[in-house]
């Protein structure tokens, strides 16, 4: 999506470590218009799809995630990442490992709002190694839903979380891929969309004898 890579490159601050922040538009302070051309960019790729909730995980997921469901016209469902008294009733729960956090959290949805009869769309603002995304997915393995699809804000295409899950059959949408960046010059490169194969030539008609019709030569 060429007006997110085009913010990304102008917000964008790269850091060591295989950093991005882009706290300035998209998980800190959100441009809420931006976030409005994502949701109809994933609702063109998922249209006809059946999906009748979005899910997320908190809590930088949960500003994109509530104006695509906007789009869709459906609920938002966002996983928590701690237990808290509100949450009554039966859950499902899994642990995954925070790239950006480095540190290990709970991932809890509430039965009541997750089940066999849903049709969720995965959202979340990046993704590296996938360990988020994987615990949404383990989530609705347990739920017994169904994934229609996963959108991804930004994909460090560089690490293997998203070639993982397209691997799996997922299909899964980022709006922007980085292949790389420069901590020294903040240089990033994003992915190039691919484009559709060239069509076959039509092979050299042949002749037929039976034909009545002529061949004229001009000199």
Known sequence: MRLLEERIQRDGIVKSG??????????????VALFEEMALEW????????INK????????????????????VPVVFAKKAQSINLDGTVYATRVQSFTHGKIFDVIVSKKFVGPEDHLL???????N?????????????????????????????????????????QLESLAIVDAMDPESGEITFRCARKP???????????????????????
């Open 197 to 219: 194969p060239p069509r076959p030539l039509k092979p050299p008609r042949t002749p037929n004898p039976n034909s009545k019709t002529s061949t004229v030569r001009y000199p």
């Open 43 to 50: 609702k063109r790729a998922f249209d006809g799809k059946p």
């Open 54 to 73: 979005i899910l997320t995980i908190e809590a930088s997921g949960i500003g994109i995630a509530a104006i695509v469901a906007r789009v869709f016209n």
């Open 18 to 31: 295989d950093v991005l922040k882009v706290d300035s538009f998209l998980n800190h302070q959100m441009d």
């Open 130 to 170: 996938g360990c988020a995304m994987n615990g949404l997915i383990e989530v609705c393995e347990d739920a017994g839903a169904t994934i229609e699809g996963i959108g991804i804000a930004i994909e460090k295409g560089f690490q293997e979380g998203g070639a993982k899950l397209r691997q799996r059959g997922y």
């Open 122 to 128: 995965l959202i979340d603002d990046f993704m590296a």
